[in-house]
């Protein structure tokens, strides 16, 4: 049985869509209409209880966390692609990337997209505007110092660790907060999404 995931362009669900196409696995895609609440209605209730994506099938088998089901791809299918050894000194800081992705910067960046444009003007605040975006320059700064020179998180290439802070850096590009991206993560966005699996995602 063919592994199906729930997509909505440009949302969470790119995470395990670029894993998918990276590996050039089978996959059957759903594409849903972003409505906030209610994405895919009642029958999609069935699959996530409340409508978010990504979410995931695999025979029987129904999860979401797009994080985590990047991690059961990979594991379960991936024969070792995008992730560095278990006994390997890059493991550690891969794990680490990977959650960074999404446990550190989405949050902040969701946020800051609640307080420039979600939120009616009278829910705004400036006070949670302004730490949000000092969340996530101080977030992006661990990223900058951390790749150096290099072209991806880890020394030995590209993996899901960019797969995961790459989406991030795409939320924070529709967050209409360009200001807080910096020339070299221009770079860096420039390097991992310059790639087929990208050309073929960014369409879907
Ligand atoms: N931590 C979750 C976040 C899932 C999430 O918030 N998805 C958003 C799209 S990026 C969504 O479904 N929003 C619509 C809604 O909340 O109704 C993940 O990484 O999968």
Redesign the pocket.
């Known amino acids: 049985m063919t592994m199906k995931l729930y997509h909505?362009s440009?949302?969470?669900?790119v995470?395990p869509l670029w894993v998918l196409e990276e590996l050039g696995l089978d996959y059957d895609l759903e594409t849903l209409d972003?409505?906030?609440?209610?994405?895919g209605g009642e029958n999609y209730k069935k699959i996530?209880p409340?409508?978010?994506?990504?979410a995931l099938t695999d025979g029987d088998m129904t999860m979401?966390?797009?994080?985590?089901?990047m991690q059961y791809i990979m594991g379960k299918y991936g024969h070792g692609h995008l992730s560095p050894k278990t006994d390997s000194l890059e493991y550690g800081p891969y794990l680490q990337w990977l959650h960074f992705g999404?446990s550190s910067l989405?949050p902040n960046i969701?946020t800051l997209m609640y307080q420039l444009y979600l939120f009616k003007e009278e829910q705004r605040s400036e006070d949670i505007k302004s730490h949000a975006k000092r969340e996530i320059s101080k977030y992006l700064k661990m990223l900058e110092d951390y790749l150096g020179d290099k072209d991806y998180i880890l020394e030995s290439g590209f993996s899901a660790a960019d797969i995961s802070v790459g989406y991030s850096l795409l939320?924070l590009r529709l967050a209409q907060a360009k200001d807080l991206m910096t020339p070299r993560l221009d770079k860096y966005w420039k390097t991992i999404t310059d790639r087929p699996s990208w050309e073929k995602i960014s369409k879907l």
């Open positions: 909505i440009s949302s969470r669900s995470r972003l409505k906030f609440g209610s994405s996530h409340y409508n978010k994506v990504p979401y966390e797009s994080v985590a089901i999404e989405a969701v939320l």
